[in-house]
């Protein structure tokens, strides 16, 4: 606010000609105020006496006296300004020796390692006590351009030790060293930065390159994905519509079947009648055959009256199965589940043909190095995040929503998709497992290969057990000291091989990876490192 005000009175007593503080300031009869060479040179060039700036024109011409109070205003004005540029800014070196609002520093003492005013330097300058006292350009490092040995100014730099030093320095503990100027080491430096610099930025503009790409790729996977729901709705729509026509054949099939049934049933009541009939007919005629006297049995003698049709087979011309209808509607169904099943299959990416030898898989080896953030607190990380060791104690390690707690286990740094490969040197038992980022972190189930999120190969000097979902698969195979595993994200398949002079296949999956996944191991009391392929 304070160097606002003072703006706002310089601007109130500058001269509007030539727009500085005014100089012998001078007031015209309509009141405005102007440096008297200002406004007679004004006047000499047009001739004419008036106001630069109301334009009030004066006759005769005015006897231009000079105002003292406004003289004397702009006098103390300037010594304020003045001060103001004395005072020290934010980006200069204060004062050390001043209290209250800080000076500009004019020098600054190597001895003292102060930093003085042009008032507090007086003293370096005129008593005798200060000088053999150096004097150097103001600076905010005094601490660290200082010698604290020798109280020189560090302008010298030993290569052999990677110092700054003084010249006495480079004189005495440095002298057979190689020593160069500060300024020749910055420049050498420099051009170091430049060229770096230069790498880095080609290394920007090659991953600005890449995301470009990749955001083109995921546009693209969008698109075709919504393209893919939008025709699956249409394939909906088909489904619904032969449900619908399910109905009808449902409602069809059931109208059939009652009107069979009842005439299956008129027949059976009718045959049930003449069944009757011809029982009783039986009955008389059994009865007549077991009369001993002849007169009785040729008195009553009558033979019932037989129908033909009632001896003769009725055919069954009924529909009592459906077994035609079935197969047309099997028929059909089968006939659209192909089409869709052949759809699929030319949709879908062909799947890569799994190398056979140790070559043809390191075409897909992968730099594997081990997130920190994952690690349970006994797994200790090194040479570069590949060597993982197991510890008896908890290291005291922040907490992280990605550790793992439970079991000695850790994740790899980078997702693993498409088709890659490594191989992990190992010792005495070990765990190596692929899995996805998101899997439990404590708890039972955070155990690699005792949930669906994760696929693991425990070793040992006996065998090797392949667990997914907690279902294990024991083999009795010894597997060498090194194993490699071969990953194809898209084609779903996962190989654990014995790397020796041949690749031994220990176990191979095959499923559907619907996130990207992660290489993990776990190990107690020992160490295994993830081999650099390339």
Not at 197 to 216: A, S
Not at 281 to 307: G, I, M, Y
Request: aromatic share 6%; glycine share 2%.
């Amino acid at each position: 606010m304070e160097k606002t005000r003072v703006d706002l009175l310089r601007e109130s007593f500058s001269c509007s000609i030539c727009l500085e503080l005014l100089t012998d300031p001078v007031t015209l009869h309509c009141g405005h105020n102007y440096c008297k060479s200002c406004v007679e040179g004004s006047w000499s060039e047009r001739n004419i006496y008036q106001c630069p700036q109301c334009r009030q024109t004066f006759t005769p011409k005015p006897v231009l006296q000079k105002n003292t109070v406004l003289a004397e205003i702009v006098e103390e004005l300037k010594k304020t300004q003045a001060a103001d540029l004395c005072y020290a800014g934010p980006e200069d070196v204060a004062c050390d020796v001043c209290t209250g609002r800080k000076l500009k520093a004019l020098k600054s003492c190597l001895i003292c390692v102060v930093s003085y005013c042009e008032q507090h330097l007086e003293p370096h300058l005129e008593a005798p006590a200060f000088r053999r006292h150096k004097l150097v350009q103001p600076s905010k490092q005094l601490q660290e351009i200082i010698c604290s040995r020798h109280h020189e100014e560090k302008k010298m730099f030993c290569r052999t030790d990677q110092l700054v030093i003084c010249h006495l320095c480079a004189e005495e503990q440095h002298k057979d060293h190689d020593t160069v100027t500060a300024a020749a080491e910055k420049s050498r430096q420099e051009r170091e930065v430049d060229r770096r610099r230069e790498k880095i930025q080609q290394m920007i503009q090659e991953r600005e390159k890449e995301v470009k790409q990749l955001k083109e790729e995921e546009k693209k996977i969008t698109v075709s994905a919504d393209k893919a729901v939008e025709d699956s709705h249409e394939i909906n729509q088909l489904i619904q519509n032969v449900q619908r026509r399910m109905t009808y054949f449902e409602q069809r099939i059931r109208a059939h079947q009652l009107i069979e049934m009842a005439r299956v049933r008129e027949l059976q009541e009718q045959l049930e009648q003449e069944n009757t009939e011809l029982k009783k007919k039986d009955a008389e005629l059994q009865q007549l055959s077991l009369t001993n006297s002849h007169t009785v049995f040729l008195q009553n003698f009558s033979l019932p009256e037989v129908s033909e049709d009632m001896l003769t087979p009725r055919p069954c011309m009924f529909r009592s199965s459906f077994e035609e209808v079935t197969h047309a509607m099997w028929s059909c169904s089968k006939g659209l589940l192909d089409a869709v099943r052949d759809t699929l299959i030319d949709t879908s990416p062909m799947p890569h043909s799994e190398p056979k030898t140790r070559a043809e898989f390191l075409r897909y080896s992968l730099d594997i190095t081990m997130d920190p953030n994952t690690a349970q607190t006994t797994l200790k990380l090194s040479e570069g995040n590949r060597k993982v060791t197991g510890m008896v104690e908890h290291q005291s390690l922040p907490h992280h929503p990605d550790r793992f707690w439970h079991y000695p286990q850790v994740l790899s740094k980078t997702p693993l998709t498409g088709c890659c490969y490594w191989e992990v040197e190992w010792e005495e038992e070990i765990k190596i497992a692929v899995s996805y980022k998101h899997i439990r972190k404590s708890g039972e189930q955070s155990y690699f290969g005792d949930n669906d999120k994760s696929w693991a190969l425990h070793c040992d000097e006996c065998s090797c057990t392949f667990t997914h979902d907690s279902i294990r698969t024991r083999y009795r195979t010894v597997p060498s000291s090194r194993v490699g595993v071969y990953l194809d994200h898209s084609a779903g398949l996962l190989s654990f091989y014995s790397v020796a002079e041949t690749m031994t296949l220990l176990h191979r999956a095959q499923t559907t990876f619907t996130q990207p996944l992660y290489a993990g191991v776990c190990i107690w009391i020992r160490s295994c490192e993830f081999v650099n392929l390339k």
